[in-house]
C-alpha cells in the first residue's frame, strides 16, 4: 500500500504563534494547517478537498474512504486535523484512536443526518474530537471547524450544539438487558488490534496480515488472541460479527473497495508502509 505525501520535501512546516496554541512558534510566522480528508462518498470527498485547497491557511495532505485508511494516514502523514465522516466511526472508537495516537490529529467529526443525537456527538467529544459540523454544513462553517480545531480550540456547530446538553447524551448507569443492543467491549482495541480486525474482516489469514501490517505471524497470532478475549468471541467469525453489530467496524457503499491513500494535488512523494 502507497501512501502519497503533498508536504515539499516531505516536511511540514510548524510556525505557529502562541496564539494559535503552538508555544514555541513565532506569533508573526505564517503557518499551514495540514489536513486529512476521510470521507466515504467521491463528490464530498472531492469536494472539501476543493474547498481546503482553496484558504491560504490550509493544505490536504490526503483523503482516503476507509477506517484503515484513516488509522495510515494518521500514522504516516501526521495531518493537523482530519476531517472524519462518521459513518465510519459508528460508536467513536475511531475518533478514540486517532486522537489517543502519539503524533494525534485534532479530528473533526463531519455528522450525518443519521449519527445526529445526542449520545453519539457526547461519544465523540469524550473520545478527544476536537469539533463536530454536520456533514451538509455550509463551507464556511467546515472552514471555521478546520481553523478553531487547528488553535487548539473546541468547535461545535451551532446546529448541533443544543444536543449535546440533552438528557440522552449522559452515558446509561446500566445498559438494559433485552433491548437488542450489543454493548461494546469492556476493553477497547488498540489501534494495532484495530487494523488486525478490519484486515480479519476482510477475510485475510495470519501471514498476509503480517505481511500487510509488517508484522511477525506471532505477533499477528497474539493480537488476534487479545480480540477474541476483549470482544468475548469464539473465533475469527463471531469476532467479526461482534465487531460490525457493535458498530466497531462499519461497511458503507460509497466506500472505496482499497485502502489506499490518495494525494489531491501533485507532485508527490510515496511513503510506502
Not at 447524551?169 to 484495530?194: C, F, K, M, N
Request: proline share 8%.
Amino acid at each position: 500500500m502507497k501512501v502519497k505525501d503533498t508536504r515539499p520535501s516531505g516536511q511540514l512546516h510548524r510556525a505557529l504563534g502562541p496564539a494559535n496554541g503552538y508555544p514555541n512558534g513565532s506569533s508573526t510566522a505564517k503557518r499551514t494547517v495540514t489536513v486529512g480528508v476521510v470521507e466515504t462518498v467521491p463528490l464530498y470527498r472531492d469536494g472539501l478537498t476543493a474547498l481546503i485547497e482553496r484558504t491560504s491557511w490550509a493544505k490536504v495532505a490526503a483523503h482516503s474512504a476507509s477506517q484503515q485508511g484513516a488509522l495510515l494516514m494518521n500514522e504516516q502523514l501526521t495531518p493537523d486535523i482530519v476531517l472524519l465522516d462518521s459513518g465510519l466511526a459508528p460508536n467513536a472508537h475511531l475518533v478514540e484512536l486517532l486522537t489517543a495516537h502519539k503524533l494525534h490529529a485534532r479530528v473533526v467529526v463531519l455528522v450525518r443526518d443519521a449519527d445526529r443525537n445526542p449520545r453519539y456527538l457526547a461519544s465523540c467529544m469524550r473520545a478527544g474530537a476536537h469539533g463536530a459540523v454536520p456533514r451538509t454544513a455550509e463551507p464556511q462553517r467546515v472552514l471555521e471547524a478546520v481553523r478553531q480545531a487547528a488553535r487548539a480550540h473546541r468547535y461545535l456547530d451551532p446546529a448541533l450544539a443544543s444536543l449535546v446538553t440533552h438528557p440522552e447524551a449522559q452515558p446509561p448507569a446500566q445498559r438494559r438487558a433485552g433491548d437488542g443492543e450489543a454493548p461494546p467491549p469492556r476493553v477497547p482495541l488498540s489501534r494495532r488490534e484495530y487494523q488486525v480486525m478490519q484486515l480479519i474482516a476482510e477475510g485475510q489469514e495470519n501471514a498476509a496480515i503480517a505481511k500487510e501490517l509488517f508484522l511477525s505471524v506471532e505477533t499477528v497470532r497474539t493480537h488476534v488472541k487479545s480480540i477474541l478475549r476483549k470482544l468475548s468471541a469464539r473465533d475469527r467469525t463471531h469476532a467479526v460479527s461482534i465487531a460490525f453489530r457493535t458498530g466497531m467496524l462499519s461497511i458503507s457503499p460509497d466506500a472505496a473497495r482499497d485502502d489506499d491513500l490518495a494525494a489531491p494535488t501533485t507532485p508527490t512523494r510515496p511513503v510506502r508502509r
